[in-house]
């Protein structure tokens, strides 16, 4: 089966850890996405990569760090920089930048 | 930076209406998308609109892009209760703030 998988589900953190979500996708998309969603809100684009090797900053960079070593993975990192982690993030992927996103299932993060 | 605007934020329905959600975006862009989410879930693709004056229809869902006016619309018709769920468009990796939609009996 062709998607996007993210892990974990469910994750619990003390203030001051950094903790890394991961995101592998096996469409065989150039492009992959890092999105976080606050309870009622849209979604805000944290970092984003076209292809391997490369990635930018979105809207809410600050606090968070990524890499892109293989086409299939795209892991976030929330560093203790970021005040306020505590959200539902979600993982993309894309034929091409700008492309029809598919999404995982999401990782919920909350900071205790 | 491409910016997204959507409305309404919220939105109930009776059963059998008919409604519009309305998106608008700030700079140029050919393509635009719809996606849909259901409490607690993820994002499923609803519509990819590619072109000035492209429409799909599915089911009760009709949407539409017009890239001169920057302007897209998602059309309910005869609003059903598995309609309820958040709804938003999105261009260039940008999103709106969504469409809480309530179909109520």
């Known amino acids: 089966d062709g998607g996007i998988t993210q892990s974990p589900k469910y994750l619990f953190r003390k203030e001051g850890q950094n903790v890394t979500l991961s995101c592998e996708q096996n469409?065989?998309?150039?492009?992959m996405y890092w999105y976080r969603q606050d309870p009622g809100q849209g979604l805000r684009l944290i970092y984003y990569?076209?292809?391997?090797?490369?990635?930018q900053k979105g809207d809410i960079a600050e606090g968070y760090s990524v890499s892109r070593e293989k086409k299939e993975s795209f892991p976030l990192t929330v560093t203790s920089a970021q005040k306020n982690p505590t959200a539902f993030y979600l993982c993309?992927?894309?034929?091409?930048?700008?492309?029809?996103?598919?999404f995982g299932e999401g990782s919920r993060l909350t900071v205790l | 930076e491409l910016k997204v605007e959507q409305n309404p934020l919220f939105l109930s329905m009776q059963e059998g209406k008919n409604y519009t959600i309305y998106c608008n975006y700030s700079?140029?862009?050919?393509?635009l998308y719809w996606y849909r989410q259901d409490p607690g879930k993820s994002l499923e693709s609803l519509f990819v609109?590619?072109?000035?004056?492209a429409v799909k229809q599915e089911g009760r869902l009709m949407a539409s892009l017009d890239t001169k006016a920057r302007l897209s619309t998602l059309h309910i018709t005869a609003a059903v209760h598995d309609l309820s769920a958040t709804y938003f468009c999105?261009?260039?990796?940008?999103f709106g703030a969504g469409t809480r939609l309530t179909v109520k009996p």
């Open positions: 993309a992927s894309s034929i091409l930048y700008t492309g029809e996103l598919f």
């Open positions: 469409l065989n998309h150039d492009a």
């Open positions: 990569s076209q292809i391997v090797n490369d990635f």
């Open positions: 700079t140029t862009s050919d393509r």
């Open positions: 609109l590619l072109s000035n004056g």
């Open positions: 999105a261009a260039q990796g940008r």
